[in-house]
């Protein structure tokens, strides 16, 4: 009887850390997808400041969800923009990760940037011709790979770390 009580109490543990580890796991895909959302930015502003992007872009997500009219458009959109970097990309980005090219965690950030660009890139366009158009593909892209690099930085940090602090 002592036997199975020690076991059940280890299969406890086990599932608290490992529970543990899924919520540390998560804390740390959200600090990378905000880290790789902040670096993105900057490279996004630096476009609109080139006439290459258009912030109110983001306003698209706020008309998508039907707030348009209760909340600031584009800054509910980015909002939510951020939200999305945070949250489901990191998420995929781990599942995914040991499959993409690369031997460190940034390269491999990088081709996955490079990947969810392919989206972002016509969900966003709003109207640019010319060379604000090359401009926008370029330094669009260019935000993706560094938004990807910086996702995968945060997770090479961590995994580095010894398990106590996750």
Not at 48 to 60: H, I, K, Y
Not at 144 to 151: E, F, I, M, R
């Amino acid at each position: 009887m002592v036997g199975s009580s020690t076991r059940l109490g280890e299969a406890e543990d086990e599932e608290f850390d490992s529970v543990l580890g899924i919520v540390g796991d998560g804390i740390v895909g959200a600090a990378g997808g905000l880290v790789g959302t902040a670096l993105m930015t900057v490279v996004l502003l630096i476009a609109e400041s080139l006439g290459a992007f258009d912030r109110e872009a983001f306003a698209l997500l706020t008309r998508l969800v039907g707030l348009e009219e209760v909340v600031p458009p584009v800054l509910f959109g980015y909002v939510i923009f951020l939200g999305g970097g945070m949250f489901p990309w990191p998420l995929l980005f781990a599942s995914l990760e040991q499959y993409l090219p690369g031997e460190w965690e940034p390269v491999r950030g990088a081709f996955f940037g490079a990947a969810i660009w392919t989206g972002f890139v016509l969900a966003f366009h709003t109207e640019q011709t010319g060379v604000s158009l090359v401009l926008y593909v370029v330094l669009t892209l260019l935000a993706h790979l560094v938004y990807g690099a910086g996702l995968g930085l945060v997770f090479d940090y961590f995994s580095s770390r010894p398990d106590s602090i996750v």
